[in-house]
């Protein structure tokens, strides 16, 4: 879910009914039968936002090059494809970051487990009036998206960027009310998320999450700033391959995990994401230990 998950929204919320009726057709497995096999009789369910991506097709390809057939199944509500792992009728799904699965968890009381990971999709700042950071007046004014996840990593990417400081040096939970005025050059707005390309006409710049970017006329190149997907910032927003937690260590998993960091998936998704992924392939069990640590926050 660049941020929320990395993922290119659909508005069509029929997708999201008929995701649910497909799921109830297919009669897929009780989460006690185990996982499918991934034979064409049994294939392996994978849910997935937007399944019509160019990296979907790639992959299915390369799946069934090395004899395992998956089943990708679309949803537009972001919720479906963990309750649908959730109740067994998924095998595998691949739409959201750790901390969005992270407060699924702590709100249903699921375990859901991530087992390996795909990708960092930066969260940008961008401006129409100044070419640098360095640029932005004092006392300017930014927006940003005021969804909670998108929100928080807002504020820390503008942090990171030395615009703002943050009370406690900021976290995953940050809101607004964290900035430190008297050590922060800068105050915040927050709009809706589908606003802040928008909001560009009205200030100096605004944190723009990557479904919205090419709404702008922009493209990743502009921004001005992105956050560092190798710092411990950023590790929240890894997307992830997510299992039920029975299932944590099976292999076939595992090899469609490795299939996705191949050569031509990654080409595919890269251009699907408009050159803006930066790839990652953080062990299970650091993903895992990630997971935890937000899942005690969010408990808090």
């Known amino acids: 879910m660049s941020t929320l998950l990395s993922r290119r929204h659909l508005t069509a919320t029929a997708l999201a009914a008929t995701a649910a009726l497909t799921l109830a057709a297919c009669g897929g497995a009780d989460a006690a039968d185990g996982a499918a096999a991934g034979t064409e009789d049994d294939p392996i369910r994978i849910g997935v936002v937007n399944s019509s991506e160019p990296q979907w097709e790639v992959f299915e390809t ?83 998206p005021n969804d909670e996840t998108n929100q928080a990593r807002a504020l820390l990417v503008l942090q990171e960027a030395g615009l703002l400081a943050l009370e406690g040096g900021g976290s995953a939970f940050s809101t607004p009310a964290d900035v430190i005025a008297a050590e922060s050059r800068v105050s915040v707005t927050p709009v809706d998320a589908a606003q802040t390309a928008l909001a560009l006409q009205d200030v100096a710049a605004s944190i723009i999450n990557n479904d919205f970017v090419a709404d702008a006329g922009l493209v990743a190149e502009d921004a001005i700033f992105s956050d560092d997907p190798a710092s411990d910032a950023a590790a929240p927003y890894i997307n992830i391959w997510v299992s039920s937690a029975g299932e944590a260590d099976n292999e076939t998993f595992a090899q469609l995990v490795e299939l996705y960091h191949s050569p031509e998936v990654e080409e595919a998704a890269f251009e699907s994401s408009g050159g803006s992924a930066v790839f990652v392939n953080n062990p299970a069990d650091e993903l895992q230990e990630i997971l935890a640590q937000i899942e005690s926050d969010f408990s808090q």
């Open 62 to 144: 390369a799946a069934a090059d090395e004899g395992i057939t998956v089943e990708m199944v679309n949803f537009s509500d972001y919720q479906l494809p963990n309750q649908g792992l959730t109740d067994g009728d998924l095998d595998l799904n691949q739409f959201q970051h750790l901390q969005f699965l992270a407060k699924y968890n702590v709100n249903t009381d699921s375990d859901l487990t991530p087992i390996g990971a795909t990708a960092v999709y930066p969260l940008s700042l961008f401006s129409l009036e100044h070419a640098s950071v360095e640029e932005i007046p004092e006392g300017s004014e930014i927006a940003i």
